[in-house]
Protein backbone atom coordinates (compact mmCIF):
# COMPACT_ATOMS: atom_id res chain seq x y z
CA UNK A 1 0.00 0.00 0.00
CA UNK A 2 1.42 3.56 -1.32
CA UNK A 3 2.06 5.47 2.06
CA UNK A 4 1.47 9.12 2.06
CA UNK A 5 2.83 12.28 4.28
CA UNK A 6 0.72 14.77 5.31
CA UNK A 7 3.44 17.15 6.88
CA UNK A 8 0.72 19.51 8.85
CA UNK A 9 -2.96 19.28 10.62
CA UNK A 10 -5.56 19.37 8.35
CA UNK A 11 -9.84 19.69 8.54
CA UNK A 12 -10.85 16.61 9.24
CA UNK A 13 -13.04 16.73 5.50
CA UNK A 14 -9.74 16.71 3.71
CA UNK A 15 -8.09 13.74 5.91
CA UNK A 16 -11.57 11.72 5.33
CA UNK A 17 -11.43 12.59 1.17
CA UNK A 18 -7.74 10.82 0.99
CA UNK A 19 -8.25 7.33 -1.10
CA UNK A 20 -8.57 4.34 1.40
CA UNK A 21 -5.46 2.73 -1.03
CA UNK A 22 -2.89 5.34 0.69
CA UNK A 23 -1.35 4.29 4.03
CA UNK A 24 -1.67 7.67 5.63
CA UNK A 25 -0.09 9.33 8.13
CA UNK A 26 -0.85 13.00 9.78
CA UNK A 27 2.36 14.81 11.52
CA UNK A 28 0.60 16.92 14.68
CA UNK A 29 3.43 19.62 14.67
CA UNK A 30 2.16 22.48 12.32
CA UNK A 31 5.77 24.07 12.22
CA UNK A 32 7.63 22.93 8.99
CA UNK A 33 9.33 19.90 8.80
CA UNK A 34 13.44 20.25 9.38
CA UNK A 35 15.70 19.49 6.23
CA UNK A 36 16.63 16.35 7.60
CA UNK A 37 12.99 15.35 8.70
CA UNK A 38 12.30 15.73 4.92
CA UNK A 39 14.96 14.35 3.59
CA UNK A 40 13.83 10.76 5.69
CA UNK A 41 10.49 11.60 4.42
CA UNK A 42 11.55 11.80 0.94
CA UNK A 43 12.94 8.14 1.15
CA UNK A 44 9.72 6.88 3.37
CA UNK A 45 6.78 8.15 1.51
CA UNK A 46 5.53 7.54 -1.70
CA UNK A 47 3.65 11.15 -1.56
CA UNK A 48 4.03 14.00 0.51
CA UNK A 49 1.04 16.33 0.89
CA UNK A 50 3.55 19.58 1.89
CA UNK A 51 2.92 23.28 2.38
CA UNK A 52 4.38 26.72 3.00
CA UNK A 53 7.85 26.43 4.38
CA UNK A 54 8.52 22.85 3.85
CA UNK A 55 12.08 22.78 2.72
CA UNK A 56 12.22 20.89 -0.44
CA UNK A 57 15.14 22.60 -2.35
CA UNK A 58 17.61 20.96 -4.72
CA UNK A 59 19.98 20.52 -2.13
CA UNK A 60 17.34 18.62 0.39
CA UNK A 61 15.52 16.53 -2.94
CA UNK A 62 19.15 15.72 -3.73
CA UNK A 63 20.23 14.25 -0.12
CA UNK A 64 17.56 11.43 -0.49
CA UNK A 65 19.17 8.83 -1.91
CA UNK A 66 17.03 6.29 -1.46
CA UNK A 67 13.81 8.32 -2.99
CA UNK A 68 10.90 6.82 -2.63
CA UNK A 69 8.26 9.89 -2.86
CA UNK A 70 6.58 9.99 -6.33
CA UNK A 71 4.32 13.39 -5.96
CA UNK A 72 4.45 16.17 -3.95
CA UNK A 73 0.61 17.13 -4.20
CA UNK A 74 1.16 21.26 -2.49
CA UNK A 75 -1.57 22.54 0.06
CA UNK A 76 -1.34 26.19 -1.40
CA UNK A 77 -1.24 27.86 -4.80
CA UNK A 78 2.26 29.19 -4.42
CA UNK A 79 5.43 26.27 -4.26
CA UNK A 80 7.95 28.49 -3.47
CA UNK A 81 9.47 26.38 -1.34
CA UNK A 82 9.31 23.34 -3.75
CA UNK A 83 12.43 23.11 -6.37
CA UNK A 84 10.36 21.87 -9.13
CA UNK A 85 13.34 21.20 -11.79
CA UNK A 86 14.52 19.26 -9.01
CA UNK A 87 11.95 17.45 -8.16
CA UNK A 88 11.14 16.82 -11.87
CA UNK A 89 14.45 15.58 -12.69
CA UNK A 90 14.03 13.00 -9.68
CA UNK A 91 10.76 11.48 -10.92
CA UNK A 92 8.47 13.41 -8.70
CA UNK A 93 5.90 15.18 -9.80
CA UNK A 94 4.52 18.66 -8.68
CA UNK A 95 1.04 19.86 -8.31
CA UNK A 96 -0.72 22.52 -6.38
CA UNK A 97 -3.86 23.79 -5.66
CA UNK A 98 -4.37 27.08 -7.86
CA UNK A 99 -8.31 28.91 -7.94
CA UNK A 100 -9.59 28.05 -4.14
CA UNK A 101 -7.49 30.74 -2.94
CA UNK A 102 -8.41 33.57 -5.06
CA UNK A 103 -11.16 35.08 -3.26
CA UNK A 104 -10.67 34.71 -0.05
CA UNK A 105 -6.35 36.50 -0.62
CA UNK A 106 -8.21 39.24 -2.25
CA UNK A 107 -10.39 39.94 0.68
CA UNK A 108 -7.36 40.06 2.51
CA UNK A 109 -5.83 42.69 0.22
CA UNK A 110 -9.10 44.35 0.52
CA UNK A 111 -8.66 44.28 4.16
CA UNK A 112 -4.99 45.62 4.39
CA UNK A 113 -6.20 48.30 2.00
CA UNK A 114 -9.03 49.36 4.23
CA UNK A 115 -6.63 49.16 7.78
CA UNK A 116 -3.92 51.37 6.18
CA UNK A 117 -5.74 53.96 4.96
CA UNK A 118 -8.45 54.26 7.82
CA UNK A 119 -5.56 53.73 10.40
CA UNK A 120 -7.69 50.87 11.99
CA UNK A 121 -4.86 48.96 13.53
CA UNK A 122 -3.52 52.53 14.93
CA UNK A 123 -7.46 53.13 16.28
CA UNK A 124 -7.96 49.39 17.58
CA UNK A 125 -4.73 49.85 19.31
CA UNK A 126 -5.77 52.90 20.98
CA UNK A 127 -8.83 51.59 22.33
CA UNK A 128 -7.55 48.85 24.03
CA UNK A 129 -4.47 50.91 25.53
CA UNK A 130 -7.58 53.39 27.15
CA UNK A 131 -5.93 56.14 25.20
CA UNK A 132 -9.26 57.10 23.16
CA UNK A 133 -10.47 60.42 24.63
CA UNK A 134 -13.57 60.33 22.73
CA UNK A 135 -14.70 61.75 18.80
CA UNK A 136 -13.22 64.74 17.53
CA UNK A 137 -13.11 66.27 14.36
CA UNK A 138 -9.46 65.39 13.71
CA UNK A 139 -8.67 62.61 15.32
CA UNK A 140 -7.34 59.47 13.34
CA UNK A 141 -7.72 61.03 10.02
CA UNK A 142 -6.85 58.84 6.80
CA UNK A 143 -7.07 58.67 3.52
CA UNK A 144 -10.44 57.68 1.98
CA UNK A 145 -10.40 54.95 -0.22
CA UNK A 146 -13.65 55.29 -2.65
CA UNK A 147 -12.05 56.81 -6.27
CA UNK A 148 -8.47 56.72 -5.40
CA UNK A 149 -6.42 55.06 -7.83
CA UNK A 150 -5.04 51.24 -7.35
CA UNK A 151 -2.35 49.66 -8.68
CA UNK A 152 -2.18 45.91 -9.32
CA UNK A 153 1.20 44.39 -9.91
CA UNK A 154 -0.24 40.71 -11.44
CA UNK A 155 -2.99 40.27 -13.33
CA UNK A 156 -3.49 36.65 -12.68
CA UNK A 157 -6.48 35.23 -10.54
CA UNK A 158 -6.18 37.11 -7.26
CA UNK A 159 -5.09 40.27 -9.13
CA UNK A 160 -8.54 40.09 -11.09
CA UNK A 161 -10.17 39.08 -8.09
CA UNK A 162 -8.97 42.11 -6.68
CA UNK A 163 -9.45 44.60 -9.20
CA UNK A 164 -13.27 43.51 -9.20
CA UNK A 165 -13.54 44.45 -5.72
CA UNK A 166 -11.55 47.79 -5.57
CA UNK A 167 -13.02 49.21 -9.11
CA UNK A 168 -16.67 47.68 -8.48
CA UNK A 169 -16.89 47.90 -4.80
CA UNK A 170 -14.91 50.94 -4.28
CA UNK A 171 -15.14 52.76 -7.34
CA UNK A 172 -11.64 53.07 -8.09
CA UNK A 173 -9.48 53.70 -11.18
CA UNK A 174 -7.86 50.15 -11.71
CA UNK A 175 -4.07 50.39 -13.42
CA UNK A 176 -2.20 47.26 -13.43
CA UNK A 177 1.16 45.88 -14.49
CA UNK A 178 1.46 42.54 -16.14
CA UNK A 179 4.46 41.00 -18.05
CA UNK A 180 2.06 39.29 -20.95
CA UNK A 181 -0.63 41.30 -22.75
CA UNK A 182 -3.90 41.09 -20.44
CA UNK A 183 -6.93 40.99 -22.72
CA UNK A 184 -9.60 41.46 -19.71
CA UNK A 185 -8.79 41.88 -16.83
CA UNK A 186 -12.29 41.64 -15.47
CA UNK A 187 -13.93 45.07 -15.27
CA UNK A 188 -12.58 48.87 -16.35
CA UNK A 189 -8.86 48.63 -16.16
CA UNK A 190 -5.94 50.21 -17.84
CA UNK A 191 -2.61 47.79 -18.43
CA UNK A 192 1.05 50.01 -17.54
CA UNK A 193 3.95 49.36 -19.81
CA UNK A 194 6.12 49.88 -16.58
CA UNK A 195 6.37 49.05 -13.10
CA UNK A 196 7.87 52.76 -12.66
CA UNK A 197 4.57 54.14 -14.11
CA UNK A 198 2.42 51.96 -12.49
CA UNK A 199 4.13 53.46 -9.00
CA UNK A 200 3.98 56.92 -9.71
CA UNK A 201 0.64 56.33 -10.90
CA UNK A 202 -1.11 54.27 -8.24
CA UNK A 203 -2.31 55.74 -4.46
CA UNK A 204 -2.07 52.06 -3.61
CA UNK A 205 0.25 49.59 -5.13
CA UNK A 206 -0.96 46.32 -4.40
CA UNK A 207 1.43 43.05 -5.09
CA UNK A 208 -0.30 39.70 -6.30
CA UNK A 209 2.94 37.97 -8.22
CA UNK A 210 4.52 34.60 -7.43
CA UNK A 211 7.36 34.15 -5.78
CA UNK A 212 9.81 33.49 -8.90
CA UNK A 213 13.60 34.14 -8.77
CA UNK A 214 12.64 36.90 -10.95
CA UNK A 215 10.26 38.48 -8.30
CA UNK A 216 12.51 38.29 -5.53
CA UNK A 217 13.18 41.97 -4.14
CA UNK A 218 10.58 43.22 -7.18
CA UNK A 219 9.70 46.02 -4.99
CA UNK A 220 12.86 47.55 -3.97
CA UNK A 221 14.32 51.09 -3.40
CA UNK A 222 14.05 52.00 -6.68
CA UNK A 223 10.60 51.55 -7.31
CA UNK A 224 10.24 52.23 -3.53
CA UNK A 225 11.31 56.04 -4.91
CA UNK A 226 9.06 56.15 -7.87
CA UNK A 227 5.92 55.84 -5.46
CA UNK A 228 4.10 58.80 -4.59
CA UNK A 229 4.56 60.45 -0.72
CA UNK A 230 0.90 59.59 0.06
CA UNK A 231 0.45 56.39 -1.55
CA UNK A 232 0.45 52.50 0.07
CA UNK A 233 2.45 49.73 -0.21
CA UNK A 234 -0.08 46.65 0.19
CA UNK A 235 1.86 42.65 0.08
CA UNK A 236 -0.75 39.48 -0.10
CA UNK A 237 1.80 37.84 -2.47
CA UNK A 238 5.06 36.19 -0.71
CA UNK A 239 7.67 37.91 1.80
CA UNK A 240 10.58 38.17 -0.94
CA UNK A 241 8.75 39.65 -3.51
CA UNK A 242 9.77 43.13 -1.15
CA UNK A 243 13.00 43.94 -0.33
CA UNK A 244 11.90 44.52 3.77
CA UNK A 245 15.39 46.58 4.44
CA UNK A 246 14.10 48.92 1.79
CA UNK A 247 10.84 49.40 2.67
CA UNK A 248 11.85 50.15 6.36
CA UNK A 249 14.04 52.79 5.01
CA UNK A 250 11.07 54.26 2.57
CA UNK A 251 8.46 54.12 5.59
CA UNK A 252 11.38 56.02 7.80
CA UNK A 253 11.69 58.40 5.57
CA UNK A 254 8.49 59.52 4.74
CA UNK A 255 8.74 58.48 1.10
CA UNK A 256 5.77 56.77 1.48
CA UNK A 257 2.60 57.08 4.02
CA UNK A 258 2.22 53.73 4.88
CA UNK A 259 2.10 49.79 4.37
CA UNK A 260 -0.21 46.97 4.53
CA UNK A 261 1.55 43.33 4.94
CA UNK A 262 0.50 39.75 5.11
CA UNK A 263 3.74 38.22 4.31
CA UNK A 264 7.55 38.84 5.51
CA UNK A 265 10.74 38.29 4.08
CA UNK A 266 12.09 35.60 6.80
CA UNK A 267 8.40 34.81 7.96
CA UNK A 268 7.53 34.43 10.78
CA UNK A 269 9.95 36.72 11.71
CA UNK A 270 8.61 40.37 11.73
CA UNK A 271 11.33 43.16 11.96
CA UNK A 272 10.88 45.23 14.78
CA UNK A 273 11.43 48.55 12.91
CA UNK A 274 8.08 47.60 11.54
CA UNK A 275 6.13 46.52 14.61
CA UNK A 276 7.05 49.68 15.68
CA UNK A 277 4.96 51.67 13.09
CA UNK A 278 2.11 52.70 13.92
CA UNK A 279 1.35 52.91 9.53
CA UNK A 280 2.22 49.55 8.88
CA UNK A 281 -0.64 47.26 9.52
CA UNK A 282 0.85 43.60 10.44
CA UNK A 283 -1.25 40.60 9.76
CA UNK A 284 -0.31 36.99 10.33
CA UNK A 285 -0.34 35.49 6.95
CA UNK A 286 -4.02 35.66 6.51
CA UNK A 287 -4.56 34.83 3.06
CA UNK A 288 -6.23 31.80 2.98
CA UNK A 289 -7.36 31.63 6.68
CA UNK A 290 -11.14 30.73 6.36
CA UNK A 291 -11.94 27.06 7.52
CA UNK A 292 -14.20 26.77 3.92
CA UNK A 293 -10.89 27.90 1.69
CA UNK A 294 -8.47 25.23 3.47
CA UNK A 295 -10.94 22.57 3.07
CA UNK A 296 -11.45 23.58 -0.70
CA UNK A 297 -7.46 24.09 -0.78
CA UNK A 298 -7.15 20.46 0.73
CA UNK A 299 -9.66 18.60 -1.27
CA UNK A 300 -7.83 20.11 -4.32
CA UNK A 301 -4.64 18.46 -3.20
CA UNK A 302 -6.09 15.09 -2.05
CA UNK A 303 -7.86 14.87 -5.70
CA UNK A 304 -4.20 15.25 -6.87
CA UNK A 305 -3.35 12.51 -4.67
CA UNK A 306 -6.16 10.65 -5.83
CA UNK A 307 -5.61 10.92 -9.36
CA UNK A 308 -2.30 9.85 -9.19
CA UNK A 309 -2.64 7.10 -6.82
CA UNK A 310 -5.35 5.76 -9.56
CA UNK A 311 -3.29 6.20 -12.87
CA UNK A 312 -4.97 9.32 -13.53
CA UNK A 313 -4.31 12.48 -15.37
CA UNK A 314 -3.47 14.99 -12.49
CA UNK A 315 -5.62 17.67 -12.18
CA UNK A 316 -3.45 20.16 -11.69
CA UNK A 317 0.25 19.75 -12.55
CA UNK A 318 2.53 22.19 -12.31
CA UNK A 319 5.77 23.17 -14.62
Not at 10 to 26: I, K, M, T, W
Not at 154 to 181: Q, T
Not at 233 to 260: H, K, T, W
Request: proline share 6%; net charge negative.
Amino acid sequence: MPKLLITRPLPEAVLQAVDAGFDVSVRQETRPLPPAEMVDALGRYDAILPTLGDPLSATVIGQASDMKCKILANFGVGYNHIDVTAARTSGIAVTNTPGAVTDATADIAMTLILMTCRRAGEGERAVRASAWEGWHPTQFLGVHVTGKTIGIIGMGRIGKAIAKRAGLGFDMNVVFYNRSKVKDAGVPARQLDTLSELCATADIVVLAVPATPETHHLMGADLLRKMQPHSVLVNIARGDVVDEAALISALQAGQISGAGLDVYEQEPIVPEALKAMENVTLLPHLGTAALEVRVDMGLMAVDNLNAWIDGKTLPNPVG
